[in-house]
């Protein structure tokens, strides 16, 4: 059985931001939409609801916060994840104006493209009406002019394009996903990946292994690696900041020319363990030398 002897840290991971053209986006169509006809409106159990335009956002005073956004069904090792610095306006902010029913408990969501969700009143007060991302005007593909960011959540509590929230004291119907079974909170799951080597690379020794962990707000408490099926090995990490994932790179001296499967898992600060069929796994070829 092959063991993770030698293991050690290597340089500095890569950049946790993702550039705009890599973030992953939805597979549907940006709506067309005109930024001097759009308006945000917040509405339901309140006593004053509020409409905002475009040029009504952007006055405002605004924050800029890190956050990771993975899709519910990303699978082991997806593309579906990515990380970014949002510019925008914190909903607590907007939400202090109004005068709020006390039995509100859920937030209804609505987009411009039909996208319906719901999501717990408490999660979007931590929220961001978002206009940038990564210091430029947020682009049409990922939600121009405005997308709810939520950190925490998967992606799909988190909409593009978004024009409604209505505040209630019940979630309603949900949207598409809850009624497809997934849940009603959203929350992100512990998750971790490998994103260097890709699968059946041939790479030469010592082995360089990269990827990420991920758990929501949860902090990332440990990450672990094991060879063809041997003993789980904690490899050392870079903490991030609250919502962001975090990012591990090490090398490995393989003992000797072959291929060996890689497993990658997280158990976060609560102790959540990575479920094993969700555990990333692939192969690497190991040839004799370096940097092949």
Same mark, same amino acid.
Not at 27 to 32: A, Q
Not at 215 to 235: F, H
Not at 269 to 288: E, K, M, S
């Given at each position: 059985?092959?063991?993770?002897?030698?293991?050690?840290?290597?340089?500095?991971?890569?950049?946790?931001?993702?550039?705009?053209?890599?973030?992953?986006?939805?597979?549907?169509?940006?709506?067309?939409?005109?930024?001097?006809?759009?308006?945000?409106?917040?509405?339901?159990?309140?006593?004053?609801?509020?409409?905002?335009?475009?040029?009504?956002?952007?006055?405002? $005073?605004? #924050?800029? /916060?890190?956050?990771?956004? =993975?899709?519910?069904?990303? *699978?082991?090792?997806? %593309? @579906? +994840?990515?990380?970014?610095?949002?510019?925008?306006?914190?909903?607590?902010?907007?939400?202090?104006?109004?005068?709020?029913?006390?039995?509100?408990?859920?937030?209804?969501?609505?987009?411009?493209?039909?996208?319906?969700?719901?999501?717990?009143?408490?999660?979007?007060?931590?929220?961001?009406?978002?206009?940038?991302?990564?210091?430029?005007?947020?682009?049409?593909?990922?939600?121009? $002019?405005? #997308?709810? /960011?939520?950190?925490?959540? =998967?992606?799909?509590?988190? *909409?593009?394009?978004? %024009? @409604? +929230?209505?505040?209630?004291?019940?979630?309603?119907?949900?949207?598409?996903?809850?009624?497809?079974?997934?849940?009603?909170?959203?929350?992100?799951?512990?998750?971790?990946?490998?994103?260097?080597?890709?699968?059946?690379?041939?790479?030469?020794?010592?082995?360089?292994?990269?990827?990420?962990?991920?758990?929501?707000?949860?902090?990332?408490?440990?990450?672990?690696?094991?060879?063809?099926?041997?003993?789980?090995?904690?490899?050392?990490?870079?903490?991030?900041?609250?919502?962001?994932?975090?990012?591990?790179?090490?090398?490995?001296?393989?003992?000797?020319?072959?291929?060996?499967?890689?497993?990658?898992?997280?158990?976060?600060?609560?102790?959540?363990?990575?479920?094993?069929?969700?555990?990333?796994?692939?192969?690497?070829?190991?040839?004799?030398?370096?940097?092949?």
């Amino acid at each position: 059985m092959t063991s993770l002897a030698g293991v050690r840290a290597a340089k500095s991971p890569e950049p946790l931001i993702a550039p705009g053209e890599r973030l992953f986006r939805v597979y549907t169509r940006p709506p067309d939409l005109r930024v001097e006809f759009w308006s945000l409106s917040i509405g339901g159990m309140t006593r004053h609801p509020l409409s905002l335009s475009y040029d009504d956002l952007l006055a405002l $005073p605004s #924050r800029e /916060i890190a956050c990771t956004i =993975v899709c519910a069904a990303n *699978p082991p090792g997806g %593309e @579906r +994840i990515g990380h970014a610095r949002w510019t925008g306006v914190p909903l607590a902010l907007l939400l202090d104006e109004l005068t709020v029913d006390s039995r509100v408990a859920y937030a209804r969501l609505e987009a411009a493209d039909g996208h319906r969700t719901v999501v717990r009143y408490s999660d979007l007060r931590r929220g961001l009406v978002a206009y940038g991302m990564n210091g430029e005007r947020l682009a049409a593909e990922h939600g121009f $002019p405005a #997308r709810l /960011i939520i950190p925490g959540l =998967v992606d799909h509590k988190q *909409p593009r394009w978004i %024009e @409604r +929230i209505e505040l209630w004291d019940t979630p309603g119907d949900g949207g598409l996903w809850e009624q497809r079974g997934w849940s009603l909170s959203g929350e992100a799951p512990t998750v971790a990946a490998i994103t260097d080597p890709h699968p059946l690379q041939i790479v030469g020794t010592p082995v360089r292994l990269a990827g990420y962990a991920f758990a929501g707000l949860r902090d990332i408490a440990t990450v672990e690696l094991s060879v063809d099926g041997g003993p789980w090995t904690p490899v050392p990490f870079e903490p991030g900041e609250p919502g962001s994932w975090v990012r591990w790179q090490v090398e490995w001296p393989a003992p000797e020319p072959g291929d060996y499967q890689i497993s990658v898992r997280a158990i976060d600060i609560n102790g959540t363990l990575q479920p094993p069929d969700r555990i990333h796994r692939q192969t690497v070829r190991v040839r004799a030398g370096r940097d092949l």
